[in-house]
């Protein structure tokens, strides 16, 4: 491959020199930050030579070479951009530069609520089935002991996120506004103190005690804030504010003390006595609009949302979101925004699946099959970018699809307990009106399926022919389905007698469908087949005799060679390269000859969870050698 006329391509199909902010890249994608991508001619940087696809997130256009390749290619286009070298997270920096007021605090709402989601779909879950139980119980469905310790424990842990969500959105908010985030995590406590009336408890019991407040100017209600968000956030603001400045004029003998009590005490104040008062205002006032939309006659408020959430998505703004489910949870005891997304997304799985049936390009039927299965799931960017958008009509279609879902949400009064899960999945947050659920999905996806095979997608008959031979040049496999019952991954050779090679699965844990990986370069296949892994062990291990290609400098993927040829790339967790090595251990060297079995790398789960990254690892199959079918099977 030519790598400097391929990085020549890209950097004149992109705008050239002007339209260049700055460059990266990680393991498998080049990231470019763009002046204008109005600029940037997408199609035909698609079709350059080594190119397997292009998509704009998070205010970057990123181009997918896969590995091996996007380093050589990078290494090119740097010297013929002429910019220097620059990291992943410099990258985003740069990126978030670009961004207008309003996205950037979209993008804040999002760092501050993505570490926090896994703790907030648990406890979601576990109230939906705990919800589920008592109805059954209490109907005499089913017969089981309420009093046992099990039962006891898991009515005790279903609401516990919840409770103490302010603590939660307080550590996260501190560490996002650069503030010290156990300080953070003070303030939260000081919003939900034993001393203050439970904020739960006063639609029953009335406001219990008042407190005057400045010196008498006026009086605050001594009323906890469990259930809020808003004033949250911006109390947590006001503290990184303040402990900035007395960083820089506290003398640093009296510092480690003067600034941790006079922030905390500062904030604290200004916090019950100003701040949380009049956001919580603004917050009710806030969630009361949005529920007068959702609940206009005949559900048209809903549908007009529905139809409007797939914008969303492809604007980056629908992090705030969070922000409203968690609102509506504390006010209502459930979220009515959550069915309505729901209902967006699997209507984009819809959409993607008539494509993959219609679409007479083999390349775009094994990026659409699994991207569709990932949009029922509730990761909707394959589909979205990698194909609805692309032809224009199922995107239209989708929209339409899931506005008619969002519809009979609202006409059914369908809630969610919890947040953080949608499609197919999320009908464990529906477990009191599962039925309801059910048939939203059905007319979300059945609508946007219909509705797609009607408008039909206008397809290039020289570009197919372009693309799929593009596709066997560049990836050199003929793509099974990656979502086979036992999630293995088959690739073979449909026109010659084929040798099966039989791998070990390189990492303990779970193997998932490849379209179940929440990163849409993975799940929709474009680098190529192979396998997700949810690790039970911080370790990585040779899946047969070879020999060790690439060791990233980050040490969070390996490129292997096995015996017969056939290249992995083996990436722990997703977006880890952020981390810069930090909880991995490399234990070979690039070019070294390994053993089946054999330890390659160890990393540490519990610190790539501490920051927020999802541990589901990728193992991909980038390349095979003639007339071979791999097979991966789990690690005994």
Request: charged fraction near 15%; hydrophobic fraction near 45%.
């Amino acid at each position: 491959m030519d790598y400097r006329g391929t990085a020549q391509q890209i950097f004149e199909k992109t705008g050239g020199k002007d339209n260049l902010v700055s460059a990266a890249h990680c393991a498998t994608r080049l990231r470019l930050v763009i002046v204008d991508n109005d600029k940037c001619d997408n199609k035909a940087v698609e079709n350059i030579d080594g190119v397997k696809g292009v998509f704009f997130a998070s205010g970057q256009m990123q181009i997918i070479l896969g590995t091996g390749t996007v380093n050589k290619v990078y290494d090119e286009f740097i010297k013929i951009a002429g910019v220097s070298e620059m990291s992943k997270d410099d990258l985003k920096k740069e990126a978030a530069k670009k961004a207008n007021p309003f996205q950037r605090l979209i993008k804040t709402i999002g760092d501050i609520f993505v570490p926090i989601i896994p703790a907030i779909v648990a406890s979601g879950f576990l109230m939906g089935i705990m919800e589920a139980l008592n109805f059954m119980v209490n109907n005499g469905f089913l017969q089981i002991g309420t009093e046992g310790s099990i039962y006891q424990f898991a009515v005790l842990f279903s609401n516990v996120a919840y409770v103490f969500l302010p603590i939660l959105i307080a550590f996260s908010a501190a560490k996002v506004f650069g503030a010290n985030p156990f300080l953070g995590a003070v303030i939260g406590m000081i919003m939900i103190h034993p001393n203050l009336q439970n904020a739960w408890t006063v639609a029953t019991e009335g406001v219990q005690k008042t407190q005057e407040v400045f010196f008498g100017l006026w009086k605050v209600d001594m009323v906890g804030y469990q259930g809020h968000v808003i004033p949250v956030i911006i109390a947590v603001f006001v503290l990184s504010v303040i402990e900035k400045k007395l960083h820089k004029i506290v003398p640093p003998m009296f510092d480690l003390f003067v600034t941790p009590l006079v922030s905390v005490f500062i904030t604290g104040y200004l916090t019950l006595a100003a701040i949380g008062p009049v956001f919580v205002f603004v917050e009710n006032g806030l969630l009361g609009g949005i529920q007068k939309l959702l609940t206009l006659p005949f559900g048209i408020g809903s549908f007009i949302m529905g139809g409007l959430y797939a914008l969303t998505v492809v604007s980056g703004i629908h992090h705030m979101y969070t922000v409203i489910d968690m609102g509506q949870l504390s006010m209502y005891g459930m979220t009515y925004w959550l069915p309505l997304a729901s209902a967006a997304n699997v209507a984009q799985g819809g959409a993607a699946l008539a494509v993959a049936v219609k679409s007479k390009s083999q390349k775009m039927k094994s990026v659409a099959l699994p991207s569709a299965l990932s949009a029922c799931m509730g990761i909707t960017e394959p589909a979205i970018f990698g194909v609805n958008l692309r032809y224009g009509k199922p995107f239209i279609a989708a929209s339409i699809g899931g506005a008619c879902g969002a519809l009979y949400a609202s006409i059914a009064g369908l809630g969610a307990t919890g947040t953080g899960v949608t499609g197919i999945f999320g009908i464990l947050l529906h477990l009191h009106n599962p039925l309801h659920y059910i048939i939203t999905m059905a007319i979300a996806f059945g609508s946007a399926f219909v509705l797609t095979g009607v408008l039909g997608i206008e397809e290039d008959t020289d570009e197919i022919i372009q693309t799929d031979k593009k596709a066997a040049e560049t990836v050199g496999l003929n793509k099974n389905d990656s979502n086979n019952p036992d999630s293995r991954c088959d690739v073979e050779s449909e026109n010659e007698a084929v040798e099966t090679r039989e791998y070990i699965c390189p990492i303990p844990g779970a193997v998932i469908a490849l379209s179940e990986i929440p990163d849409e370069t993975f799940a929709s296949g474009v680098l190529g087949d192979g396998i997700g892994v949810k690790p039970s062990e911080g370790k990585v291990y040779a899946p047969c005799d070879g020999t060790v290609s690439t060791v990233f400098d980050t040490k969070h993927a390996v490129g292997f060679t096995a015996e017969d040829g056939t290249e992995l790339l083996i990436h722990v967790g997703i977006d880890t390269v952020t981390l810069k090595g930090g909880p991995f251990n490399a234990h070979v060297e690039s070019g070294q000859k390994v053993k089946k079995g054999e330890l390659l790398v160890g990393f540490d789960m519990n610190e790539i969870a501490a920051a927020g990254l999802s541990t589901v690892s990728a193992v991909i199959v980038t390349d095979s050698a003639e007339n071979k079918k791999i097979e991966f099977t789990p690690r005994a």
